[in-house]
């Protein structure tokens, strides 16, 4: 029987962002991609991202998370999910031992200090950019990632070409678009996702840019599909904004879901994200869930 069955799970949101979290500090367990699947197939504990709570590993954090996709396949980032993550390493009645407004999460793209601004509002220092191209990573050099090539021309949208490219510790590609909601994301979206430029594939948005200071945007993400909101797609694009001129460095970025407020700091280049977080129910695994899930 899998070590997960039985084992307690939170189901939250952050801006409809399907978050699933679960603590497994204190063992040396992991879940495997197949484990990730089987959580994602149930209503119940359904995801977009499934944040994994282990020991903290580098002296100072409070913990070191593992992020899934719905696809079992892992990312180095997640903003909506980091925030829900902030909110039950505090308030959880199970989870919350953290004491104070800040934390620090890691993952294996970085640091992540998460600050509670209110109630249920999460700041998370999504860290610098990753700019280069071999950092992204694209699949060749590109001196200047604000506008990159990409292989995959579509004859139903030919102006969807040249986007912009930037990792928050995961990988994404930015178009730039007149109307975000004119387009079948989910036909382009995976598309785009496997284009050869994108050795790691990458999370596809289309952005539209409405005022020096906000940003309508939608999201295909890599391995999880269309979502409500995402929080480093998010601080990409107004990352990639910025480097264009298209933007200032703060903006609001107004997904399906909602708002987040992104800052790309003056100084240290660090991103601040800054959203509400949602606790839908908490569950139980059933046993039954990873039969034939190793
Ligand atoms: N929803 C997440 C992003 C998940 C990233 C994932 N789809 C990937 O990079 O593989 C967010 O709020 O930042």
């Not at 209503?43 to 994994?52: E, K, T, Y």
């Not at 930015?174 to 994301?185: E, G, H, M, R, S």
């Not at 609001?252 to 700091?265: A, F, K, M, N, Y």
Request: glycine content about 10%; hydrophobic content about 40%; aromatic content about 6%.
């Amino acid at each position: 029987m899998s070590f997960l069955a039985n084992h307690r799970f939170l189901k939250m949101n952050g801006l409809g962002n399907e978050i699933t979290v679960l603590d497994l500090r204190g063992t040396p367990l992991r879940v495997s991609a197949a484990e990730a699947r089987a959580i994602a197939a149930d209503p119940r504990s359904r995801f977009d991202q499934l944040m994994v709570l282990h020991d903290p590993v580098t002296p100072g954090t409070d913990a070191y998370m593992r992020i899934y996709n719905t696809d079992g396949s892992e990312s180095g980032a997640c903003g909506n999910g980091t925030r829900c993550v902030g909110w039950a390493m505090m308030t959880d009645p199970v989870m919350g031992h953290a004491s104070g407004r800040t934390l620090v999460l890691e993952t294996k793209a970085g640091l992540l200090p998460t600050e509670q601004v209110s109630d249920r509002v999460f700041t998370v220092d999504m860290g610098p950019p990753r700019l280069a191209w071999n950092e992204i990573p694209l699949s060749r050099p590109f001196p200047d990632t604000r506008t990159i090539a990409i292989e995959t021309s579509l004859a139903e949208a030919p102006e969807l070409a040249g986007p912009s490219a930037v990792s928050m510790g995961n990988p994404h590609a930015i178009f730039w678009v007149a109307d975000a909601n004119a387009y079948d994301l989910k036909s382009i979206g995976p598309k785009f996702e496997h284009d050869p430029v994108f050795p790691e594939r990458a999370n596809i948005s289309l952005a539209q840019v409405v005022g020096s200071d906000r940003i309508i945007l939608r999201v295909w993400e890599r391995g999880a599909g269309i979502t409500r909101a995402c929080g480093s797609a998010a601080c990409a694009t107004v990352v990639a904004a910025a480097r264009k001129g298209l933007t200032g460095r703060k903006a609001i970025v107004s997904l399906p879901g909602g708002d987040l407020l992104i800052e790309w700091r003056e100084g240290d280049d660090h991103v601040l994200m800054t959203g509400p977080t949602e606790l839908e129910h908490e569950g139980t695994f059933s046993p039954a869930l990873f039969a034939g899930a190793a």
